[in-house]
Structures are given as C-alpha cells and as structure tokens.
C-alpha cells in the first residue's frame, strides 16, 4: 500500500513525487515509457547534443520552479543566462520591446499602431484591475477595430503563437496579463476581486522601466539535466514500461492502479498524462469526461540544424516574424552541445491542427534559406520533431481543470491543469497548486 501512486514520470510527475517524498510520503511512479523525464529528453545524435525541443526556462530568479529547487532539490542544475529577445523581419533584428518605454521606439511597427497599442496595453490592465474577466476575450477581438497594418497584426500573431498555442483569434488576452495576476495576488494585501492594487500599480510602473528576460535561462548540458537533479534528489520507487491501463476507483474514491504486470495499491492517485486522456483509463462522471476531452493539444515542428559556420554571433534567441519561428542557437549557451567549431540551432514552428509533415518540413527548410540564403551549405546536421509542448492551448472558452477530480484522491497535474505562464515554469505552479490540495 502506497500512500501515493503518481503515472507518469515526466516533470510534473517527478516534481510531485520529488514534494511528496520530502513530505515523508510512501511514494510510487509508473512509466510507461523505458526512461523517465516525458518530453524532457536530450540526446546524443552525430555528436550533437539536441533536447526535445529547445527549452529557455522563465521565471528563474523567485518563480515556481526555482522555489522548488530552492526547497526540495539535493542537487540543483546550473542555468546559463538567455540573454536578448529579438524580433526578426526578413534580415532585420529588433531588440524585443520588454518594457512600454522600449515599446514606444519599437520601429517594427507603425507609429500609429504603436501608440494604439498602448493605450489598449494600459486601459486593458485598468480594466483588468476593476474586475473585468479577459479570459474569453480574443486578442483579435480587442484589437481589431482599429485597422492595424499587417505586420503589427502579423507580430501579434506570431506573440500569441508562441505563447498561448493558437492565433490572436483564439488566443485570450488573460494570457498577456498573467504575470500581473501573479505579481499582484502574491502580496494579498487590499484586495480588488482579488488583484491587489498597490502591487498592480508597481507592476505596471516596472513595466515602464524592465530591462528584459532577466531571469530566463538555458539549462547548462541539456533539459535533461533539471530531470536528472530531481531522480537523484527523490526518494520515490520508479518503475518504467508499466503503463498504467486503469485508474481503480471503488464507490467514488480511488483505491489504486492497474497496470499490464499487476495491481498497485494506493490512497491517493496523481495523473500527470494528458488530461484529456484520463477517461480512457477512469471511469468519471460524463460531464468531467466531456471538459477533459475539449482540451486541445499544441503541436510543433523543431528543426535542430548543426551549422559548420556560426549564423548566430548574439546571446540570446530570434522570433520570426515570416515564416513563424523561434530559433535558439543552444551551443551559445553550452559549447559542447556541438562538435567543435560547429553552431547548433533549434528552431521551433507551430504545426497547424491538420498538416501534412514533409509539406511543413519543407516550408520550413525554405522559410530559414529565405532568411539565409545559402545557408543549406553550411548545413552539417539536421533532425527533425513533432512534439507536443503544451498539452493544452490556452485559449478562449476552454477551461482548463486544475488539480481536483470529482473522484476522491485522484488528482490531475501538468501543463494541462493550470492557466498561468508556460511549459516547465506552468508545470511547476501545477506541482505547487496540487500540494496545496494535498499536504
Ligand atoms: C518543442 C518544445 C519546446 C519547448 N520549449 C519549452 C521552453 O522553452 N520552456 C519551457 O519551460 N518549456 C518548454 N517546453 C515544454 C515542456 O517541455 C513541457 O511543458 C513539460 O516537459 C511537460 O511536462 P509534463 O510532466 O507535464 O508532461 P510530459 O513530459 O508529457 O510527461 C508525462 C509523462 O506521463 C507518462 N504517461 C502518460 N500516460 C501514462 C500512463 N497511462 N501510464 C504511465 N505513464 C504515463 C508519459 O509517458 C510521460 O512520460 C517545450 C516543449 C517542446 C515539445
């Protein structure tokens, strides 16, 4: 008899088991998978060292992953700086307009468009203050009365990609005013439906003078490293290829799990899968099956290129405009991600929902020679993914569940439960959101 059972050994998985362990709980983790970690993976192929996906971790300095490791870990991995966002246009780099005062000389946008858009940057956060709930409110639909030139609608766009999964149509402007909330809630002091308006004013007028990604960073060696930190900080069993096929629930509480080698018993069960996979392995009311199974995936197409010259000179990652990506030069960070004398490059594209593969391979291969032309001879390494980096979208009239079920001792965490920031630093809120369900 365990106390807890956790499936599924990815990050929210391992941070959960990692707390629980701490917290001198009986723990179990199934994999289903031979090696733990879920998406994140680094490995070596032809003497590159690439992740599932290039990863850039937020909110190092006090955020939710930093407390965990400031508090739990035994072994903490090492971050190198990220240095710079720029927003590339054709051969044109932009420093990424951090703060409104950067924002208002922010040249890859019309005047006009640019004083538009803070205005409705500053009024929207008033609004926001007052009350006013954004989550169903499109991006597009806040800024589409105003006749915007297409590269500040396409900027908008490849913003909202990038950060919430979907196009500015889908996209909730709550996303954009995430990191307020969490500033603002934190302190609790008065408090105006919940936002706090003291912290709120200082968030804006830091706002006004933030220097950048301050306290962003690349994880030195590899994603696989933060995994690698927590399995040895953890006292847990873990036990890979031992999918679990079903949740056991006996008169609304759950008993356990049942996997293809056997029964496990335990009080209390976490789901770090898919959420909108769990009613394939539990049985739960209709309704909760029907939410869960709305939540939509993200998909992208990173391709890892090792380049025989340097391409990127800057510390610090691109966002592209046309065509729509995020390119990280991961050697800058860690030299021995490559071969000597060789640069390697992730560069991330949003695959749309229906896609056809060596089509969107190929316009994307196109898309970076537009950009460099020529440079498919300097092309040393190529590898292709598709991956999922959020396993739901954060989007307009979908909500996402959070850590309770309406089963008693089944839990759910992940980047699927909770609405706020994105990838690992998302998973960390959900690990310390379920523990304050838990201990
Ligand atoms: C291309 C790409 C780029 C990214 N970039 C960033 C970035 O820059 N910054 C950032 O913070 N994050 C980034 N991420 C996101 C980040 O990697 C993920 O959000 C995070 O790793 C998700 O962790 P998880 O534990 O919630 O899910 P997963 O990693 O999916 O783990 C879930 C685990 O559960 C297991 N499992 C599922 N069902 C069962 C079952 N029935 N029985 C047993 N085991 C089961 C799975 O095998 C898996 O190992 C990126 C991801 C990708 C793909």
Known sequence: MYDVIVIGAGVSGLLSALVLSK??????????????????QSYKIDGYTI???????????????????TQYFDVSPDFIYHGEYYVRDKDKLYSFPWSLKSFSTFSLIPRKDRAFLLQILVSTYGRRLIGENFSNISVHDLLKKRNLNKTTMRFA???????????????????????????????????????????????????????????????KGGIRTIIDCMVQS?????????????????NN????????????????????????????IADLPENYKEELRRLEKVHTLTLWMGLKRKYFDKMGSEIWIEPRCWAVPVSNYDPDLAP??????????????????EEEKKKAFDGIKKIFPGIEKDVDFMYWQVLVPEKAAWSINQKMPGNVTPVSGLYLVGTDTTEKSMGITRASYSVLNLMKEIL
């Open 253 to 280: 509480r759950v008993i356990g799990v049942k996997s293809q080698n056997g029964v496990y018993k335990g009080k209390t069960v976490i789901y770090s899968g898919y959420a909108s996979e769990l009613p394939d």
């Open 23 to 40: 917290n001198g709980k009986k723990v179990l983790v199934l994999e289903k998978e031979r090696e733990v970690g879920g998406i994140c």
């Open 51 to 69: 992740d599932n996906g290039p990863h850039i971790i937020t909110r190092l300095e006090n955020g939710p992953l930093r407390k965990l490791i």
């Open 157 to 219: 766009d490849t913003l909202c990609y990038f950060m919430t999964g979907v196009d500015s149509k889908k996209a909730s402007v709550a996303r954009f005013l995430d990191s307020l909330d969490y500033k603002s809630k934190s302190k609790g002091i008065i408090s105006v439906h919940g936002v706090d308006p003291q912290a709120y004013l200082s968030k804006l007028i830091k706002m006004l003078t933030k220097k950048g990604a301050e306290d962003q960073g690349y994880p």
């Open 234 to 250: 953890l006292d847990a069993e873990i036990i890979t290829e031992e999918g679990v096929k079903e949740i056991l629930i006996e």
């Open 340 to 357: 000597k004398g060789r640069q390697l490059v992730g560069f991330g594209f949003i695959l749309p929902k229906e896609y056809n593969l």
